[in-house]
Every structure is written in structure tokens, then in C-alpha cells.
């Protein structure tokens, strides 16, 4: 019996999901054509105010309790920003969405392409698409998100290259933190931890306690070589240490 009601409701998250996404597509597409008139500002305001709503009511409808912590270390305005954190399941993107203060895209893996809606939400709300086989693709993609965030908007970006799927914090790819250094922005360290017990761990979405944890910015401007050689591990550190905080296994 608890698995018929797991399965009805894990059908029921999924099929709102969709619907919800496929039905608010063309309001992304008129505050997309207002930021091509002019009113970018404003379009972002309310891309990111959607896309929050919309966050928050898939969290409500999995029943998760969702402990947000550190929203004091992310600056409400000013230069652009350079999220990175662990990445243990899809859900994470729904937690961002939900509780990052700011408007900011995502760089996304290529794959995410295939999916219907989902990926022109990526696009709308600024993200990019890597391709990870392709370095001349993969160098753009990392060129082009660091220049957004010189023009003051934010991305996020997860250094572990893939999800880790309950298995700890793995080791972070250096490539992705050029996202950073070449725009010169702050980097947020994000840790996230139980968002993979949502739905990936059992094939059922369930209400489970779920942590998202922001650290103090970390500077990437005015680096010397050694220093910026160190930033991935330095990063790491610091997200297995807020991990480790909570009794996640961290490292």
C-alpha cells in the first residue's frame, strides 16, 4: 500500500511538473522579448520571480523540509557572482531556483538539450549548454558565461562534472572554475546535501529533509598562478567542510 501511494505520487509531482513547465512557456518567451526591447531589468525581475514560484511549489508537493542556510553571504546586488557547489541529484537545480536570491543561469551539460521545455527554460533564464567531449565548444560556453556575469548577471556551475549520486563529495574538474577567474567575479561556494534521496535513491519522490548551505564569497581577482591552480581544491575544502558540518560524509 505505501508504494501504491510512493507511485501515485511520485506520477502525480512528475506529470505537474511538465505541465506546469510546457504551460508557462509562452510567458517566458514575452519577458524574453521584453529584455530585447529594453526592459532586460525588469524581464529578469520577473523571469526569475516565475521561476521561483515555480520552484517552490514542486518542493511543496514533494513534502520535502528544506533547511536553507548562509543566504547572508550572497550579496542581493552588485557585481556578478560565480555559484558552485556539489551536485548529488536533480534536485538541486529545483533548491537554487527556489532559494538563491539572485537571477542567474545555469551552465548545463548537453544532454539536458533533449529534454522538451526544460531546455528552452535553461535558455530563457540564461544558461548554457556544455559540451564536455568538445573543448573548443566547452572553452566557449565558459567564455560566454563569464561574460554575462561581468555584465552583472550570475551563474552557477557544478565542478564535479556530473551528479554523485549519494556517493560523497567527488573531485572537482579545475576547467570549471575559469567561469570564475575569467570574469574576476566572487565565487559562493553552495553545498547541497539530501537532494538525491528525493526521487534518484528509490525511483519514488519522497519527503525527505533536505540542506542547501552558502559559504563566504571566496575572491578570484588579482590571482597569481599557484593561487588559481589551488582555487578548485580550496573550494572543495570548503564545501566538504560544510558538508561534514551537518554529518554528511563529506570528503
Aim: hydrophobic share 50%.
Amino acid at each position: 500500500m505505501k508504494r501504491l501511494v510512493l507511485l501515485i505520487k511520485t506520477i502525480l509531482v512528475f506529470a505537474g511538473i511538465w505541465i506546469s513547465v510546457a504551460i508557462a512557456l509562452p510567458l517566458g518567451f514575452i519577458f524574453f522579448i521584453l529584455s530585447l526591447i529594453g526592459f532586460d531589468r525588469f524581464a529578469r525581475w520577473l523571469l526569475r520571480g516565475l521561476a521561483r514560484l515555480w520552484a517552490r511549489a514542486v518542493i511543496w508537493a514533494t513534502g520535502c523540509k528544506v533547511t536553507v542556510e548562509g543566504l547572508e553571504h550572497i550579496p542581493r546586488e552588485g557585481e556578478g557572482l560565480c555559484f558552485v557547489g556539489n551536485h548529488p541529484g536533480d534536485f538541486d537545480v529545483i533548491l537554487a531556483l527556489a532559494y538563491i536570491p539572485r537571477a542567474f543561469g545555469f551552465i548545463a551539460k548537453k544532454e539536458i538539450l533533449f529534454f522538451p521545455f526544460i531546455n528552452l527554460w535553461v535558455l530563457l533564464l540564461g544558461g548554457l549548454f556544455l559540451d564536455r567531449k568538445n573543448i573548443g565548444q566547452a572553452r566557449r560556453a565558459i567564455e560566454w558565461g563569464a561574460e554575462r556575469i561581468r555584465r552583472g548577471l550570475s551563474m552557477i556551475i557544478f565542478p564535479e562534472g556530473t551528479r554523485s549520486r549519494g556517493k560523497g563529495l567527488l573531485p572537482f574538474k579545475a576547467g570549471a572554475f575559469k567561469l570564475a577567474t575569467l570574469a574576476g567575479s566572487p565565487i559562493i561556494p553552495m553545498a547541497i546535501e539530501g537532494s538525491y534521496a528525493v526521487y534518484e535513491e528509490t525511483g519514488f519522490v519522497r519527503a525527505v529533509p533536505v540542506r542547501l548551505a552558502f559559504g563566504p564569497p571566496i575572491s578570484t581577482k588579482n590571482l597569481s598562478v599557484e593561487e588559481r591552480k589551488a582555487l578548485p581544491e580550496q573550494v572543495r575544502e570548503q564545501i566538504a567542510r560544510m558538508l561534514s558540518g551537518s554529518g554528511s560524509k563529506g570528503l
